[in-house]
């Protein structure tokens, strides 16, 4: 137990590997008030060899520094901690190694399959074909453990959490370079596909075709109107995965930033 003065602006935690993230998170949370500049110093052993997941909880806290950080740094504590067996006894489990996504993926299935004695269906993933230079160097992030999340982080991107996303990666690992930004740019296009149901977005020599899934969930009036200004470079193909062709000609416009512009416009509103 410990109790600190309101007017306290400064606290050191020795032997910091020693707590749990969240531990830390409130012990950090002790010190400054309102328009008050508090610092927080976490410290441990020179020279002492910390354990992954300690490592993990050290940097976290040093992560999540933003007013208003605790949900992040509760999920980020549930990935390094495990959630659990939600159906059994066990209150730790292994999430790490599959992700927070994928492992309720997996446990609504599981869910599923116990109540109705079948799975539901998945939703295909879209896929993207666009030539683009999109990926993690070295020289940005070094560590293969940092890449391997952001990657997941990636794959997982929701499109309504694509900017909040990019201040995080900004905040954690400075300003990113252009293959980074693209491989951003992407992972929120492929959310948005999710949106709308789109199962593929291909892009080659100037002519970008959709395919809409057979549940696609896309604002008609949207899409006639999209025809009307395009009327002698723009096709839409019916039939059981209606495809929309689009041939860019002579426009200056990069495909991608068309694709970003566009496509939100279909969104079908509830």
Known sequence: ???????VRTIIIDGADNFGLSQLYQMRGRVGRSSRLAYAY???????????????RLQAIRDFTELGAGFKIAMRDLEIRGAGN?????????????????YCEMLEKTIERLKNGKEAEPEPEPVLEIQAEAYIPDSYIPDPRYKMELYRRFSELEYSQ????????IDRF?????????????????????VL?????????????????????????????????????MT??????QQLTYRMGTSKQEPLAWLEQTLPALILED
């Open 86 to 102: 939600l159906l059994g006894p066990q209150q730790h489990g292994h999430i790490t190694g599959i992700g927070f996504a994928a």
């Open 42 to 56: 976490f410290v441990y052993q020179p020279n002492k060899a910390l354990s992954e997941i300690a490592e993990k």
């Open 174 to 194: 400075g300003n990113p370079p252009p293959e980074v930004e693209m491989l951003w740019r992407l992972a929120a296009l492929k959310g948005l596909c999710r």
């Open 236 to 241: 839409l193909k019916n039939g059981q995965e």
């Open 162 to 169: 694509r900017d909040d996303f990019l201040d995080e990666i």
């Open 1 to 7: 137990m410990y109790f600190l003065k309101r007017s």
């Open 197 to 233: 149901k789109i199962r593929g977005v291909n892009v080659r020599q100037g002519i970008i075709r959709l395919t809409f899934g057979e549940k696609a969930q896309v604002n008609p009036e949207a899409v006639l109107k999209l025809l009307m200004q395009h009327p002698k470079t």
